[in-house]
Each structure stands twice: as C-alpha cells, then as structure tokens.
C-alpha cells in the first residue's frame, strides 16, 4: 500500500514559478511509476507528467508543458515533485500526484493505482 500526500500548492502570477512535492510512504515506491496529473473545473483530469526509476530516470511529458514543468523523483526521501515554471493561467488546476505498479510510463489516469488529495494551483494572469 502506498499513500501520496502532495504539499506547494498555492497562488502565483502568470510567469511564475511553483514547485510541487508529493510524499509517499510504502516500501515499493522507488519501482513504482510515479506521475502528476491535473484537473480543471468542469474537464477531465489530465497527464502532465510521470517518471519511473529503471537504472535512470526516465520520463515523459504532456506537450503542452514540455519546456516548462520538470519532473523528479528522490527515492531516498520518497518524493517526487513536478517543478512548474513560465505558469500561464490555463495551468490552473487542482494537481494530483499517482503512483503506478506497472512496469511503464502511463498517461492515463485508470492505470494508476494510488493517488493523493491534490493540491490547488492558481495562476493570475
């Protein structure tokens, strides 16, 4: 079991920078697949990005924040934290961190199997 609690939420003006964090408990976090995913009132909730630890990092982005936000995982403190930057307002969202027992990167929010209670993101333009 793995429970996800994400911290770094906040307000902050367009061009601005946030870093989330997500801290995890649970012995298997460092195989598992670890991912942030957003929400918009009224939209689906969407990739933003993902990482998974085999030998290196490896991860993947959603295009519209490639350039933008940088994912990492420190899997000694248990954390993963998705580094935002150049915010515009349609990045305002609440931000929810998952986490993943496959053995790939996913982009969809169904093959994810833990998440946490997300944290609000609001960029004033």
């Known amino acids: 079991q793995v429970q996800l609690v994400e911290s770094g939420g906040g307000l902050v003006q367009a061009g601005g920078s946030l870093r989330l964090s997500c801290a995890a408990s649970?012995?298997?976090?460092?195989?598992?697949?670890m991912g942030w995913f957003r929400q918009a009132p009224g939209k689906e909730r969407e990739f933003v990005a993902a990482?998974?630890?085999?030998?290196?990092?490896?991860?993947k982005y959603a295009d519209s924040v490639k350039g933008r936000f940088t994912i990492s995982r420190d899997n000694a403190k248990n954390t993963v934290y998705l580094q935002m930057q150049s915010l515009r307002p349609e990045d305002t969202a609440v931000y929810y961190c998952?986490?993943?027992?496959?053995?790939?990167?996913?982009?969809?929010?169904?093959?994810?199997?833990?998440w946490g209670q997300g944290t609000q993101v609001t960029v004033s333009s």
């Open positions: 998952a986490g993943d027992r496959g053995l790939r990167i996913s982009t969809q929010p169904s093959e994810y199997d833990y």
């Open positions: 649970g012995r298997t976090f460092s195989t598992y697949s």
């Open positions: 990482a998974i630890y085999r030998g290196g990092i490896v991860t």
